[in-house]
């Protein structure tokens, strides 16, 4: 069973940095691109990065490129999101996700449950 | 860069058939194939649809997802309480490398 668990989701004053860890289970990890997604209230679901199997491919949705930086571990089967100059608008639960078939960019289909990043004066 | 549009919000009573639409601003959809997620906030998103029409193991046949030109639908028959949730489409986007969400439409059940 596929298992992703999100971790490092804090309260923080705008201006400032976090890092998120994701640790998955159940699959191939180093063969699947992995994404980090992001919910508010205010603006619903959005995607926020994208990496490859390989870590060769990232991607950053325009509202965090040049802020945030994805990596990931696949000697530790661990995904994570370098996140700085954080700003209000960051608040969000944010979901680690794999992507549905290896080796590709197809859709996400697992999903974490979340960590909550709250960035508040 | 592409931008998906949906209404904020749809309601239906028990048994009723519902259609959320989904457009696209360009191409996009027309070249790209949608997926629909449903999403209760708090807990994971669930994949409802993929490929415009396709249902993963699991996912009632109530459920279902079609494309014609720009726009998409996901419709939803036989309505039920616990079908209460916001609805996502979602396309990749190759400029971005990365995927478009929809702004969500939240469903009631009257």
């Known amino acids: 069973e596929v298992q992703l668990v999100e971790s490092g989701g804090v309260v923080v004053r705008p201006g400032g940095s976090l890092r998120l860890s994701c640790v998955a289970s159940g699959f191939t990890f180093y063969d699947y691109a992995m994404i980090w997604v992001r919910h508010s209230p205010e603006k619903g679901l959005e995607w926020v990065s994208l990496?490859?199997?390989?870590?060769?491919?990232?991607s950053y949705a325009d509202s965090v490129k040049g802020r945030f930086t994805i990596s990931r571990d696949n000697s530790k089967h661990s995904l994570y999101l370098q996140m700085t100059s954080l700003r209000t608008e960051d608040t969000a639960l944010y979901f680690c996700?794999?992507?549905?078939?290896?080796?590709?960019?197809?859709?996400?289909?697992?999903w974490g449950r979340g960590t909550l990043v709250t960035v508040s004066p | 860069q592409s931008a998906l549009t949906q209404p904020p919000s749809a309601s239906g009573t028990p048994g009723q058939r519902v259609t959320i639409s989904c457009s696209g601003n360009n191409s996009n959809i027309e070249t790209h194939t949608i997926n629909w997620y449903r999403h209760v906030p708090g807990t994971a998103p669930k994949l409802l649809i993929y490929s415009n029409n396709q249902r993963p193991s699991g996912v009632p046949d109530r459920f279902s997802g079609s494309k014609s030109g720009t726009s998409a639908s996901l419709a939803i028959s036989g309505l039920q309480s616990e079908d209460e949730a916001d609805y996502y489409c979602?396309?990749?986007?190759?400029?971005?490398?990365?995927?478009?969400f929809g702004g969500g439409t939240k469903l009631t059940v009257l």
């Open positions: 979602v396309i990749w986007d190759a400029s971005l490398s990365g995927w478009v």
């Open positions: 996700a794999k992507d549905r078939y290896s080796f590709s960019y197809s859709w996400p289909d697992s």
């Open positions: 990496i490859s199997w390989d870590a060769s491919t990232t």
